[in-house]
């Protein structure tokens, strides 16, 4: 489905009030980024994208309970290492608020970018890539290991390559889930298996 501009400009007044400043500031950068990135990847989405980047964090600042009480009544299948990491529970919450409260905008693509923008799925489309990697690599970001994806990505993606472009894509995304597991380490913070997974399938597509 394609979104027009109108569509967009509505969407982002839309999210405006349920986000603070910041994660409203973080989720224009993921915009910014998810629009660059499909251009250069999949242009004829680069709507879509700005669409999935506008709504990927719409449950970030909800209470904990609020997310258990959404998946429980959705009848949500997830493992007990998903709630291991509170953080991540907004990806999973997310599209089930996209099917009820912004019904117009939840495509198939966008559902499954949001569902699997924090710790991937081995089966990630070019487009869940894209909104994975907008959120790593947004211009908000200040932190070293973003900055350094920042000026591969801009660097290595050119105009009218869009196999070649891909394949940064994918080595992006594992160096964005190595830097995140690095830190997850760092920190003793559970790791997701699904992380683990998702990098694996990755390596094996550059
Ligand atoms: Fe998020
Ligand atoms: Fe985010």
Redo the contacts with the bound molecule.
Sequence with gaps: MRFSSDDVIKLRSLIKPRLSEKRYSHTLGVERAAVRLAKYCIPELADEAAVAALL??VT?EIPYNRHVELLKSNGALLDASDYESPAIL??FTAPIIIRSDFSYYATENVLSAVYN??VGSPDMSVFDEIIFLA?FIEDTRTYEASINLQSFVWKNMKDQDISANRKVLHRACAEAIDAAIINLIRYKKHINIKNILTRNALLSKI
């Design positions: 990927h964090d970030k907004h990806t923008h924090t959120d």
